[in-house]
């Protein structure tokens, strides 16, 4: 689960909402809304300002920020790379191989040379990294916004078995069906501040 | 040293002739450098003879205080350029003082030592001995710093998204910043471990060969110059460490963020 309350970012907030254990939230919104900087602070990425942050029973203020962002894990919408094989990655990779058919990925992928990978890959390669700390909160930035429509159901699947095992999601899309599909709720952030969508 | 051949100015102008050539080369082939061949040649002169007029006069009232207000102003002007190479800077005060604070704590803490210690002057300040060291050892830790500094500004806007995927994988600020640093430290000490590598073999140092010229032992000329060059290395290594670590600090938080909003933004090429 994830509490957020009054949380404050240049023209965002203060902002609260509640995401429970499994449940997936979608954020919604017209480009340069904010939905990014929205997901950077609570990952605590910028400076902000917030009276609470609550993961579970993780309370922001309370602990360093490297131990916030494992357990609550941010996709930005940029993939970065630092090292020049894909395995170099990833703290694990030969356990982490065998998920990578869940993304629609050779088990091989580890062995690929970063330079060569195109955007979808990344994203998809950067999921499975942002796995592997089993975080109990996912912060997503478009995590299909690159991929075809047979692969993004793919990586809903995935995220749909991240539910099961109650992680939360909160996702930021610009694909209309797609809260349809994985969120129970969606919440349009409009001029900073955040309104819940009734179907 | 009696063997000390003092030059006459006639040898000067001698000297200087080959400058005509070049300049008359230049014309010829329509290189355009001339101008920027004879001011370089006229700003030289009157420098070094400035340089010179002060030099013979503080070496002669020999007060302490003038040594080190010529050291602070030397200081001063070295951290100056430090700013100027860099195509990003840290914002406000830390831009020029970071730099300058770095390069003046381990031109002068090592300076100090060399003086103290080693060389053994009296009194220890000595402006004939003192002021030479610490603008060797100030120029060449202010060459490597500048490009340490350079190097980590510009790599860590341009690794920008690898060092946050880092941040966000939850490593803490050094973790992350650690292959810019990494390279930021080998582009300031290189230099140096090149220079001290060639010396000897591809050239001589230009301290060493002054002396060999006004008549010392070239023993005694290379334990000189093996002194200044340590010196110099230990310096440099200091200075860039300070300046690198310095701008780590700042150009993140306790929170383990990238704070690239304390970075000025590129200055623009001037093609």
């Given at each position: 689960m994830l509490h957020v309350t009054n949380l404050r970012r240049l023209m965002i907030g203060p902002v609260s909402f509640r995401l429970e254990d499994g449940e997936c939230v979608a954020i919604t919104g017209p480009s340069g809304c904010g939905k990014s900087v929205l997901l950077r602070a609570i990952a605590d990425l910028d400076p902000n300002e917030a009276d609470n942050l609550l993961a579970g029973k993780i309370s922001r203020a309370e602990v360093p920020a490297t131990r916030w962002r494992k357990h609550v894990a941010m996709l930005p919408a940029d993939s970065g790379w630092w090292q020049d094989r894909v395995g170099a990655h990833f703290h694990d990779p030969d356990k982490t191989a065998h998920q990578l058919p869940l993304v629609d990925l050779p088990e091989n992928a580890m062995e690929w040379q970063v330079s060569r990978l195109s955007t979808g890959e990344k994203h998809r390669l950067a999921l499975l990294r942002c796995l592997e700390n089993e975080p109990s909160v996912l912060l997503l930035d478009e995590p299909t916004a690159a991929l075809d429509h047979e692969t993004t159901l793919k990586v809903e699947t995935l995220l749909k078995q991240q539910l099961v095992k109650g992680v939360s999601i909160l996702i930021v899309t610009h694909d209309i069906n797609q809260p349809k599909r994985i969120a129970n709720r969606i919440l349009r952030l409009h001029s900073g501040k955040l309104a819940e969508i009734t179907a | 040293m009696n063997d000390y051949i003092a030059l006459t100015y006639f040898d000067l102008m001698l000297a200087a002739s080959f400058l005509l050539i070049n300049g008359a080369l230049s014309m010829g082939l329509k290189l355009g450098l001339e101008r920027k061949l004879a001011i370089a040649a006229v700003r030289m002169t009157v420098q070094l003879v400035l340089v010179g007029l002060l030099l013979k006069s503080l070496f002669s009232i020999l007060s302490p205080w003038l040594t080190l207000l010529v050291a602070i102003a030397m200081g001063m002007f070295a951290g100056r350029e430090i700013w100027a190479r860099q195509n990003r800077r840290l914002r406000g005060i830390w831009g020029f003082g970071l730099g300058t604070g770095a390069m003046s704590f381990a031109g002068a803490s090592v300076t100090l030592i060399a003086l103290v210690t080693m060389i053994g002057s009296e009194p220890w300040w000595t402006p004939r001995f003192a002021l030479p060291m610490f603008g060797m050892i100030l120029g060449n830790a202010m060459t490597g710093i500048s490009l340490a500094q350079d190097s980590l500004h510009t790599s860590v806007v341009r690794e920008c998204t690898a060092i946050e995927a880092k941040i966000l994988l939850g490593a803490d600020r050094w973790q992350a910043l650690f292959p810019v640093v990494r390279q930021a430290l080998r582009s300031g000490f290189i230099p140096t471990i090149n220079g001290m590598a060639a010396t000897g073999i591809v050239f001589l140092p230009g301290m060493m060969t002054g002396q060999i010229l006004s008549g010392v032992d070239p023993n005694e000329a290379v334990k000189y110059q093996l002194l200044i060059t340590f010196l110099i290395a230990g310096a440099t290594g200091l200075g860039v460490l300070l300046a690198t670590f310095g701008s780590v600090w700042r150009l993140s938080d306790d929170r383990h963020?990238?704070?690239?909003?304390r970075l000025s933004k590129a200055k623009e090429d001037d093609g």
């Open positions: - | 963020r990238l704070r690239l909003d």
